[in-house]
């Protein structure tokens, strides 16, 4: 009787006897969220959503890069949704992160939706952050060019964060729907909670979040990881103090090595036996005074000199490569005798596997061969002019 009256008043559109419950996989609308029973049906319903992406996981497969990133990014909406359902469950953000989710695991599913519309929360995280936003689109747009699926996936929300309003309501770790770090068989690989990729979620300023998406773009990005490994690898290089030191100098008219450059060439030899996937190239030099052709050909003594004292030391011969430049390329413009000094010299340059030339990074001149000036009595200069 009571469910045939509640049906009769339904139909004259008094009032309806109890909330109605969405279409499947739909959010309940916001003003029905007001029972703890509908919100656990809606949290529910999220939890649906991850059972959904996680039965598209696979590990192999044509599509498996494109997949993978795809479906990182929707269970990382997904996230988010009950993140935000939790801290404003009468907000909008919860239904435009499904929504986002909906898009990114419509191609891998049976019946794929068609006109997808972008949600407020993507316009609004690319409005903040156009930069850091199309770093994203690029990225997922590129899989080969994507070293972490997860980083990316947790870039995205963090540039959403960062478009939210605050809550204080929110408790300082959320638990993610579905499955536990490391439980699930797929290369795909989540937080297992919303504390591990963002302190206090929704409640940190946008400058924060930012922040935490741009790092995470670059542990996402394979470009910025190899550059990353490469700077590392010669950062550990120039830690050997031998590869620092890179100039020895001669006297005037002169391609003998005097004891500090010899000391310095003793290094130099230690660092390529310690560092055999470098090579040398050896540049001499010369002064400007003289003729062209004499300093290019002392400029090629010199560093003759310099690659059979390396050679004795058991350097071998494929790794130096030697140049003569004579008086071009001085180590200054200046016209005193030190400026001369400096132009007399080698430069030593250590060269990575694939060309590169290791930063000199410490050029310090400390074996400076100057020129003495003999200055000369009156009665000297006298008998000399007679």
């Not at 997922?140 to 478009?163: G, H, K, M, N, Y």
């Not at 773009?217 to 290089?237: C, F, K, N």
């Not at 090629?300 to 004292?309: E, K, L, P, S, Y």
Request: net charge neutral; proline share 5%.
């Amino acid at each position: 009787m009571l469910v045939r009256l509640c049906g009769v008043i339904a139909s004259l559109g008094l009032v309806a006897c109890a909330p109605q419950r969405p279409a499947p996989g739909a959010l309940a609308p916001a003003s029905a969220r007001t029972t703890n029973e509908m919100r656990a049906a809606d949290l529910a319903v999220i939890d649906a959503w991850e059972l959904r992406r996680v039965a598209l996981l696979r590990n192999d497969g044509d599509d498996l890069p494109t997949r993978s990133i795809a479906l990182a990014r929707a269970g990382a909406w997904i996230a988010f949704s009950r993140e935000a359902y939790v801290a404003r469950p009468h907000g909008r953000e919860a239904d435009d992160a499904l929504a986002e989710a909906g898009v990114l695991m419509a191609p891998f599913e049976r019946t794929s939706g068609d006109g997808a519309v972008r949600s407020a929360l993507a316009a609004d995280a690319e409005r903040v952050s156009p930069r850091n936003w199309a770093a994203v689109v690029r990225l997922a747009s590129t899989p080969v060019s994507v070293a972490d699926a997860a980083a990316l996936a947790e870039a995205e929300i963090e540039l959403v964060r960062a478009t939210t309003v605050p809550s204080r309501r929110l408790a300082p770790s959320v638990s993610l729907a579905g499955a536990s770090r490391g439980s699930m068989a797929s290369a795909v690989v989540l937080p297992t909670t919303i504390a591990d990729s963002s302190v206090s979620p929704l409640a940190c300023p946008a400058a924060q979040h930012i922040a935490r998406a741009v790092r995470l773009l670059g542990e996402a990005d394979v470009v910025q990881q190899d550059e990353a490994r490469h700077q590392a690898m010669i950062s550990g290089l120039l830690r050997d103090e031998r590869l620092r030191a890179r100039s020895l100098h001669f006297a005037v008219a002169s391609e003998s090595v005097g004891m500090p450059s010899a000391a310095l060439l003793n290094g130099v030899a230690g660092a390529l036996r310690a560092h055999p996937e470098l090579g040398l190239v050896i540049e001499g030099y010369a002064d400007p005074r003289g003729s062209t052709d004499e300093n290019l050909e002392l400029s090629g003594r010199r560093a003759a000199m310099v690659r059979d004292i390396l050679a004795d030391s058991g350097v071998t011969d494929e790794r130096m490569l030697v140049r003569q430049f004579g008086e071009r390329r001085r180590a200054g413009t200046g016209t005193t005798l030190a400026d001369y000094a400096r132009d007399r010299r080698v430069q030593l340059k250590f060269v990575l596997p694939d060309g590169e030339e290791l930063p000199i990074t410490d050029n310090t001149a400390l074996d400076l061969q100057i020129e003495r000036v003999v200055k000369r009595s009156a009665a000297v200069r006298r008998r000399r002019i007679r």
